[in-house]
């Protein structure tokens, strides 16, 4: 028999509107206190302090624009966020500070989160979506020196691009780009010849979100409608359907794997959050405690697996923090 569904950990209130982007900031040195990052539609990032669960700091940096994306840059001081007013900000928190350092502005109206990839100490390459339709645009940072503008062929009614995956096998390999788009396609990016080497349709609506395991070579979409795709990439570079899983309720806002490989988890419009086996999608629990859509799924990068945690933001204002070691 299956259990019964855990309740949330604790939950974190006070955003004062909707949650779209969360990240964990948990596996620096001691003494340093895990935090957990949020933005929310009124474009405030708020940093909640895991121990007393309440907000040691809220940064304003978007000119009450949604925020969308948020991201560390190596420590919990620097910091990325991408918001509606078309800028994606970079932070500086060392010592108290609230400031944003530099920004960059992006010249799309979409929600195309996007996708950073560290490169060497203190150098990092950033996708985004770009000005035209379908361009994807990657930049180096801090220096915004532009790497290459990633253009569909002539032709190809891709739209708009929805999400986002920089990944590289090691250190020495060459970056590699997963979009997923507005017709349904993953494609797979060559950075440094600039072209497409893999496209494959796996929805018959946008691509909503989608995550990537490098070392099983599989990843994983959703998209407004009621079936998770699964797909594989093999040695010649090329993606194929792996299997598809239909769910319950149609759409789904976001999806990460946890960081140990073995679970992942979607955010529903049906307010409700899922978690599944990553080896064979076996369903594991199904997470109800919100009143309205879940906007995003972030796992915590806590060292230690007792520890972990998975944090769901929702329309509802609310962010609830699950402990689901013991279950899984």
Known sequence: MALPPPDPQFVLR????????????CGGKDPDVPVLFS???????????????????????????SVYCVETMG??????????????????????????????FTENVGFCRCSLLKLAHGRWLMAMAGKALGEIQVLELPSKTSVCTLKPEVGAKLGMPMCL???????????????????????????????????????????????????????????????????????????????????????????????????????????RVRIFGWKKMKPLAVLDFHTATVHCVSFSDHKSPGERLLAAGSKDHRISVWSLYTQT
Not at 45 to 64: F, P
Not at 87 to 96: F, N, P, S, T
Not at 187 to 204: E, I
Request: one cysteine or more; a negative charge; glycine letters at 10%.
């Open 14 to 25: 006070g955003t004062g509107a909707a949650v779209h982007t969360l990240h964990f900031s």
């Open 39 to 65: 933005g929310s539609e009124n474009g405030f990032i708020h940093v909640w302090n895991l121990k007393t669960h309440r907000v040691d700091t809220a940064l304003d940096g978007h000119g009450g624009r």
């Open 75 to 104: 420590s919990k001081d620097r910091l990325l966020s991408q918001g509606r007013d078309q800028r994606i900000c970079l932070w500086d928190l060392a010592e108290g500070r609230t400031s944003v350092t530099d920004s960059v």
């Open 165 to 271: 995956k920089l990944w590289q096998l090691s250190d020495v390999s060459q970056p590699l780009l997963l979009a997923g788009y507005e017709d349904g396609s993953v494609v797979l990016w060559n950075l440094s010849m600039g072209k497409a080497l893999s496209q494959l349709v796996c929805h018959p609506e946008p691509v909503m979100s989608l995550d990537f395991d490098l070392e099983k070579a599989k990843g994983i979409s959703g998209s407004s409608e009621k079936v998770l795709s699964i797909w594989s990439l093999n040695e010649q570079q090329n993606l194929q359907v792996y299997k598809t899983h239909k769910l319950v309720n149609a759409g789904i806002s976001d999806i990460t794997i946890r960081p140990d490989k073995k679970i992942l988890a979607t955010a529903g419009w049906d307010h």
